[in-house]
Nanobody, 113 residues
Framework: QVELVESGGGLVQAGGSLRLSCTASTNTDNMALGWYRRAPGKRRELVANILAIGSTNYRESLKERFIISRDDAKRAVHLQMNSLKREDTAVYFC????????WGQGTQVTVSS
C-alpha cells in the first residue's frame, strides 16, 4: 500500500502563486504521478500528470499557468501554480498509479478576489 500526503495549499489572492507538494510512503520510480482537483459542486478533474518516463499531460485550460514536476529521489511530485484565478479554488489531490491507483487526502487551495 502507498500513502500520499499533500502540502502547500492555502489562501492566496488572485494573480498569486502556490507550490503544492506530495510525498509518497514508498518509492515512486515506477509510478505515474498526478494532480487532480475538486471544486464545489463539480466532479474531480485532472489538473496534470507526469509519467515515469517524464512525459507530461495538462488540462488544456491550465497548461499555460501550471507546471508539474517529479523528484523520485525524494519520492515527490510538485505542482507550481501561477496566475491563480478564483476558479482555481478547489481541493487538490495527489495520485499515483502503479498496478493500482492511490490517492492523497487533499489540500485546500482558496483563491480570493
Amino acid at each position: 500500500q502507498v500513502e500520499l500526503v499533500e502540502s502547500g495549499g492555502g489562501l492566496v489572492q488572485a494573480g498569486g502563486s502556490l507550490r503544492l507538494s506530495c510525498t509518497a510512503s514508498t518509492n515512486t520510480d515506477n509510478m505515474a504521478l498526478g494532480w487532480y482537483r475538486r471544486a464545489p459542486g463539480k466532479r474531480r478533474e485532472l489538473v496534470a500528470n507526469i509519467l515515469a518516463i517524464g512525459s507530461t499531460n495538462y488540462r488544456e485550460s491550465l497548461k499555460e499557468r501550471f507546471i508539474i514536476s517529479r523528484d523520485d529521489a525524494k519520492r515527490a511530485v510538485h505542482l507550481q501554480m501561477n496566475s491563480l484565478k478564483r476558479e482555481d479554488t478547489a481541493v487538490y489531490f495527489c495520485n499515483g498509479i502503479f498496478e493500482r491507483t492511490y490517492w492523497g487526502q487533499g489540500t485546500q487551495v482558496t483563491v480570493s478576489s
